[in-house]
């Protein structure tokens, strides 16, 4: 399955779904590649930061010919993961055409609801030519106990795409995993995130 995760709002949690969901199809035994389609290379980054074995490639592909590049590739493996860069441009189109799902992460505030009508867009641009195609939102920065995440996900309603019933939280363990290179699976394999990215991975990969 190619899932790419895209949005053009800068910061909303692209890289950081991507290496963690990219890490937890590898350790659950899966052969996966992370396409790094961001210019700024933040994916390479974070491999590159990394000390020791790595779970799976990461590879720098910020081209707009990856919907015509990713399928030879991919053939070599189980899962492939495109990180997005935050531009709605023609590198954004070739990466959604390049995708079996498309994945929006969604921070919980009415601003990002609203931004999110140009990701919309685009990949209803591409479904006019890739029927297959799906879009699906992750609301992400959830902070536990609070009603916001819900209100979000209830707002998001309108647009033409399902709501992952998995959230990802707000948690440090996102941000300090990535200092050095880890998931939040090596971090803390059986913390809050971990099991959080689980259930992502198992509501995206298994339906
Ligand atoms: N669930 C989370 N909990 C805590 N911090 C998070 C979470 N998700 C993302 N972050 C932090 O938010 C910041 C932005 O995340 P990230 O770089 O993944 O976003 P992005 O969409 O890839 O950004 P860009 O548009 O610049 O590529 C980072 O510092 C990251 O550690
Ligand atoms: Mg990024």
């Known amino acids: 399955m190619i899932i790419g995760v895209l949005n053009q709002k800068g910061g909303v949690g692209k890289t950081t779904l991507s290496v963690n969901l990219a890490a937890a199809l590898a350790l659950s035994g899966k052969r996966a590649l992370l396409i790094d389609a961001d210019p700024q290379g933040s994916a390479l980054d974070w491999q590159s930061t990394r000390e020791g074995d790595t779970l799976f490639p990461v590879v720098g592909m910020a081209k707009p010919t990856l919907h015509k590049d ?37 921070q919980p505030s009415p601003y990002d609801v ?11 641009e591409v479904m006019i030519y890739k029927a297959k195609l799906k879009g699906r939102f992750v609301v992400n920065r959830k902070i536990v106990n609070t009603a916001i995440g819900r209100d979000v996900a209830e707002a998001l309603r309108d647009y033409p795409f399902l709501v992952a ?36 991975v198992r509501e995206l990969v298994e339906e």
Not at 87 to 97: G, Q, T
Not at 117 to 123: S, T, W
Request: proline fraction near 6%; glycine fraction near 4%; aromatic fraction near 4%.
């Open 70 to 106: 990713v399928p030879e590739l991919a053939a070599s493996y189980d899962h492939v993961i495109i990180d997005g860069p935050p531009r709605v441009n023609e590198l954004a189109k070739s990466a959604i055409m390049a995708c079996d799902l498309v994945l929006i992460p969604v």
């Open 165 to 200: 019933e998995t959230a990802i939280n707000q948690r440090v363990a996102y941000a300090e995993s990535a200092a050095s290179g880890l998931s939040v699976l090596e971090f803390d394999s059986k913390g809050p995130a971990a099991r959080e990215i689980k259930a992502l």
């Open 114 to 124: 609203w931004a999110a009508d140009d990701i919309v867009k685009l990949i209803q």
